[in-house]
């Protein structure tokens, strides 16, 4: 494992990364797979960092609905206990006769009024009902501009739709060798322009005392391209000015070594810049294997095909 | 055609454009005439790869009105089965009698709920009936939410709105010649202004094997521009440097001659950074020709007048 | 005038501001006070540069309204005909019994619809009319959608808020004179951060042919602020390298001088980069007065004042 | 406190801070803790710097739905006594017989109107009564559009989300002592990438005639980091190039000193650049203590856990 250490000098450190460099204090991984911090916050406060937010904007897609129907039945409850509070004679129009039949009744009526339906049967008569029951219509349609403004963030809002290799490569490359990975726009009719490639690289020294971390900067044979119609295979030459240079296939795993990615682009839909992260561990390295291509010609010539179930396959 | 190879030296190549540079992996032009690349996604998982918002974003004008009404009734379609499922007793307030006459009844109450309309004449008195109605007026909210965000994708979200003249010119230029095209921007009372012009070139070079293209950027007479009040004539001047210096019309048809160009320019209506891009084939030039001026003062001399019919016209 | 010629060489002159430069084909000033372009465009299909969203954005409010009102009347009367076409018997709840006032009752019916309100007195029966009353209820709500779109734009998009001193002026500046003009941020809680200030002056050369006009980029003394908690004073001082050194106020007229002020600043509250423009043609420069200042400490010293009055006041 | 005079000149000042340096003319802190300028505006017509928009942005919450609830009962009541003025009999429905019980429902009609309810029991017959209801129903749909744009303002538009620590030390750094504050981002789920961190510096100059203030901005030991999963602690290093040289507690508090901080990162959520600004005076600094580490690794090791609570805590 010393091979590589001799050459660590030439190679450009990066202690700008952010990121605590004791593996002591740090734990596990950097950057997760999806590109989130591995960090979890404590204290006394957690409404204070909570953001409903953030978070809805995260969770899976049945949590979501989720959320927004028992949001939603919740609300349309306390509102029914409201009317309950005023009493059954400040509304007209019932069919049922009993308490459990009227109660549902209000409730219906409270379900037809935050959704501002109003199909108006049963219907307020008094005074408080009629306020109540403005102010509940008020609030459904001030709680579904909010709804937009998610369902925007979930739906809509500007994203790289990158879709990364699972592991990175190493493999020949020219007359040394090289780290590769390699990825691809995910979603059609999505435009990325002005695309940048940074990848910063953690490993430990392998005779620092506690475990410090070094940050690298790596060397991209190209960090930019103009456009990404297809697929970007980005490669680290790792030549003698590598940090990587000399490392056989454990010293990675001894080194901790991690790799993390962040692309910057301009999104032509949106008209925004996005970014998109990610990291490779080292048990997310392959020794020895290339890349398959991933496009060719159509049959009859007249386009490109980009065959996305190859962004994985080595050989 | 090997008059020009020998200045091919001189002329910047450029390999960050982001496309594949074999002719034999790549299918005919690189970039469609409206700016979008020539390619097609295959695999086993288009739904990965398919985005409704992306899609709805790009069709014509009536394929969009058809696929939100088809939506519209396939949705209310599906609230009237699941009524019909509830059976008819859980409502009231039915003109017709018989079964047919009720059913279409039920659909046109799910129209009235789904749009939280509610005239209410038919209306749910069962449990069953009164909560799905609740749901599909919450569900029909929030799919013209998510309307909302199509709508405001199509016709408001910032765009360059450039209309670029359909062919590119190689006209005398200075003492030499050029090659040349325009663009304006086509909408009123919208300014962009800090308007930034780049123009790659891809040709094949005449002797490689297999049909290897090369890339270059052309150098402009005038790249930049602070502000684009009418139209901006691109020049890339043919001398010694150029990889186009000699080359004669039947040359551009061999060397597959295409030019990419990216306009990127900051929206002061939108207050954002705007991208539009084209290409012109080597059958969109046209040889010995020039554009004529597209703007002069008005009759009363208050202001100048910009003669949009006449950006393709060539004289 | 020919004192101020022999310097001109020294002037840093910019081809890049996007004007023509033949006064023969450009008419009256460049750029409009409110900062939009003196252009106005001509040919056979104004509807392909009409932008309706453009154009509502910038309408007097009373305007605007006045469109709003007659789109929703008019789209209301367009259903009403369809109603009329469909025929009277396939609605119920009439309260008149004659022609004219069933006519109107359907206009009525008709508003509630499109607005989604549905009091539901009268309603469709029929099923024809059933499911135009359900598109015209999903119409109305798109084209609310749309007009949310309308009204962010027009009261909630990213602007520089900024407020120009309705003149210029040329005053004392250290031991020569200078340029002045200055601008403050107008609403209160909108904060700019950031802020560049870029003059282009436009003038003809005094003895052209045919009035070419020439822009220089006029040096600024400062053209940044970290900050705009106040206004900002913007200084060209007329050194020996200006353009304008040695002009008399006549010259002023005689070159047809104009100044295009673009100020670009980050807008804090939309986390956008935001663009005011205006300009001063010669009548708009007052020769051998000051600016008062503007700000003072407040009476009891724990804040600033900012005397908005004193922003065009000269002594 | 002449000690830390004699270095000042190899300070970098900064003259484009935009704020006025004349203690006489400029009252108390230039910056407010929450990173507003200390400034307000004074003249004739308060209403053109006043913005509803970002004044309902910048109000606490309770305000927020107050001023909410008090516009929708005011444009309630306005509708109300349109309707009363058209009179009584142009609706039907009502139940109550006196003038007050009926006042009472038409009051109760126009909020089912505005919020698009229409129960329609009370419902109108007469023609001003359905037309003035169709525009009510109009502007209330519009006005939810508006609050839209108000509730995306104050919940979901891009921001820092960043919280500093109260107080800014002076504790030992390396061999002579650093000026320190740290921050950290708040909100779980928001990632802040490329973070650029900008300190300014005013003081006054201690012999200067009426309290003239110098302006620098000061040198960090870093003041850029890739990535913000944890707290970035910014130092300046106090050493003989630094404008605070030599100085003492009591000087800090003589000099006036002020802060001012700028935090300007990439938000990956937003796809968009945000900042944060802060200010620290000399009040607000501590001398001699050190901040304690705010981050751990987990008990099991897969994670890093960030302690919230120890953001001010010193020793």
């Known amino acids: 494992m010393a091979g590589f250490r001799s050459n660590r000098s030439f190679a450009r450190t990066n202690n700008d990364t952010g990121f605590g460099n004791n593996s002591t204090i740090h734990g596990d991984r950097f950057v997760l797979p999806d590109g989130?911090?591995?960090?979890?916050?404590?204290g006394k406060r957690p409404w204070e960092w909570f953001?409903?937010?953030?978070?809805?904007?995260?969770?899976?897609?049945?949590?979501?609905?989720?959320?927004?129907?028992?949001?939603?039945?919740s609300i349309n409850l306390l509102f029914t206990l409201v009317y309950l509070a005023i009493g059954f004679h400040e509304f007209t129009g019932y069919i049922p006769t009993d308490t459990w039949g009227r109660t549902k009744e209000l409730f219906y009526f409270s379900l037809e009024t935050y959704t501002t339906v109003g199909y108006g049967r049963v219907n307020p008569t008094g005074d408080l009902a009629s306020l109540v029951a403005g102010v509940e219509a008020m609030s459904g349609f001030l709680s579904f501009a909010w709804a937009t403004g998610m369902l925007y963030g979930r739906f809509v809002r500007p994203r790289a739709n990158l879709r990364f290799s699972k592991t990175a490569v190493i493999a020949p490359f020219k007359n040394?060798?090289?780290l590769m990975f390699r990825f691809v726009t995910l979603?059609?009719?999505?435009?990325?322009?002005?695309?940048?490639?940074?990848?910063?690289?953690?490993?430990?020294?392998?005779?620092?005392e506690g475990g410090q971390y070094q940050f690298y900067t790596l060397v991209l044979e190209?960090?930019?391209?103009?456009?990404?119609?297809?697929n970007?295979?980005?490669?680290?030459?790792?030549?003698?000015?590598?940090?990587?240079?000399g490392m056989q296939p454990a010293d990675f795993a001894a080194a901790d070594v991690e790799l993390f990615v962040l692309v910057n682009a301009f999104d032509d839909v949106y008209s925004a810049t996005v970014q998109q992260r990610t990291s490779y561990v080292y048990?997310?390295?392959?020794?020895?294997?290339k890349f398959v291509?991933?496009?060719?010609?159509?049959?009859?010539?007249?386009?490109?095909?980009?065959?996305?179930?190859?962004?994985?396959?080595?050989?």
Chains 1, 2, 3, 4 share one sequence.
Do not use: C
Request: proline share 6%; net charge negative.
């Open 36 to 42: 989130t911090f591995n960090i979890r916050r404590k």
């Open 51 to 73: 953001s409903l937010y953030h978070t809805m904007l995260n969770i899976p897609a049945w949590q979501f609905i989720l959320v927004v129907l028992m949001f939603f039945f």
């Open 176 to 178: 040394i060798t090289g």
């Open 187 to 208: 979603k059609e009719k999505h435009t990325l322009t002005n695309v940048h490639v940074k990848v910063n690289l953690a490993m430990k020294a392998p005779d620092a």
């Open 222 to 230: 190209r960090s930019h391209v103009d456009n990404l119609p297809m």
């Open 232 to 245: 970007f295979t980005v490669v680290h030459p790792i030549d003698e000015q590598s940090p990587l240079y």
């Open 283 to 289: 048990e997310e390295l392959q020794h020895g294997v």
């Open 293 to 315: 291509p991933m496009y060719q010609e159509s049959a009859d010539g007249s386009t490109t095909i980009l065959e996305m179930d190859l962004l994985d396959v080595t050989r």
